[in-house]
Structures are given as structure tokens and as C-alpha cells.
């Protein structure tokens, strides 16, 4: 199980940072990632991190801006989102995947994904 939760409503140029926790022991043997969603479009990927955290694929419209991170003791993953702009409002997941080769395309398949939080938004202002 998944929960997500950071999110809420930030001027443009300010910061949040999502967290999303696990419950289980095998945290660590999943890729996890970040999707949002915003109203009449379809998820998509922001951002994704490898089992111990040495790998990490961002959207093109986030890198530099974001940053994923995971803490395999406190069965958590983060997403530090900085300089933000109305057009990150979404709701934003948090997914679990297992994977036997961490392939970026497949990292970036949201169908790959088969445990997801629950969603928490973040809504930014102009």
C-alpha cells in the first residue's frame, strides 16, 4: 500500500515536496515513480528512481526543476519540486514497479507500474 502525501497550493516559483510511504518489507525491491494527472489529460510520467536510489529519469518538463529520492529504511520516496509554474498543477502518484531490467522506456510506462498511491494534488497559482 501506498500513501502519498506533500502536496497543496504553492505560488508560482515556490517549492513542495511529495512524499509517499509504503507499507511491506520489500520496499527495496521496487522501482518506484512519480505520474500526475491533470483535469482531461492523461497520467503521465514526471520521474523515477531505481532500486537503491543510483538511477533516476525525469520528465523533460521537470529536470532541473525536480527531484526523486527514496529512503529504503523509512520505506519512503520523495519528489523535491522547486521552481514551479501553473502548468505543474496536477494530481500527482506515486507508483511501485517491479522490474527485472530497469529499461528507461519501460520505466516511463505507466502500465508498467502495478501499485499506486492514492494521489495528492498540488495546485500552483500564477
Known amino acids: 500500500q501506498l500513501q502519498a502525501s506533500g502536496g497543496g497550493l504553492v505560488q508560482a516559483g515556490g517549492s513542495l515536496r511529495l512524499s509517499c510511504a509504503a507499507s511491506?518489507?520489500?520496499?527495496?525491491?521496487?522501482?518506484m515513480g512519480w505520474f500526475c494527472q491533470a483535469p482531461g489529460k492523461e497520467r503521465e510520467f514526471v520521474s523515477t528512481?531505481?532500486?537503491?536510489?543510483?538511477?533516476?529519469y525525469y520528465a523533460d518538463s521537470v529536470k532541473g526543476r525536480f527531484a526523486i529520492s527514496r529512503d529504503n529504511a523509512k520505506n519512503t520516496v520523495y519528489l523535491q519540486m522547486n521552481s514551479l509554474k501553473p502548468e505543474d498543477t496536477a494530481v500527482y502518484y506515486c507508483?511501485?514497479?517491479?522490474?527485472?531490467?530497469?529499461?528507461?522506456?519501460?520505466?516511463?510506462?505507466?502500465?508498467?507500474?502495478?501499485?499506486w498511491g492514492q494521489g495528492t494534488q498540488v495546485t500552483v497559482s500564477s
Open positions: 511491506g518489507r520489500t520496499f527495496s525491491t521496487y522501482i
Open positions: 528512481i531505481t532500486w537503491s536510489g543510483g538511477t533516476t
Open positions: 507508483a511501485g514497479g517491479r522490474f527485472d531490467r530497469a529499461w528507461p522506456s519501460d520505466l516511463r510506462d505507466v502500465g508498467k507500474y502495478g501499485y
